[in-house]
């Protein structure tokens, strides 16, 4: 997958990619990784975070993006989030979500239907 210019110079040492929230997957930089695990296990009780665990990071996979500025999404990962050709690259504060196009456009029309209570 391609990944838009705005992302790519911040993957330049690497990357992690793995199961996110809801259908899609996260793209984080590998120290932004770092400090996202240790924030999560923090709070967590010890069967949560075995489930944590087990969840998150037998699904995670160090990433490099190529000359082109493209990165491989695992067969595994590609699987879970149902990527076919048409996918949604979503900027959400510290990470990227990659979406199956019709996932995402699923999703949002749920937000949309669900009211407005957002602040701004």
Known sequence: ???PAKFRAQLD???VISKGMGACLSVYTMSRWEEKSNELIAGMS???LRDFERRIYP???EIELDAQGRMVIPPRLRAYAKLATEVTVAG???HFEIWNRATW????EKLD???S???F
């Open 46 to 48: 010890s069967d949560d």
């Open 59 to 61: 699904s995670a996979s």
């Open 92 to 94: 959400v504060r510290d």
């Open 105 to 108: 456009q699923e999703y949002q």
């Open 113 to 115: 239907a669900e009211g």
């Open 13 to 15: 040492k690497g990357a």
């Open 1 to 3: 997958m391609a990944v």
């Open 117 to 119: 209570s957002i602040p």
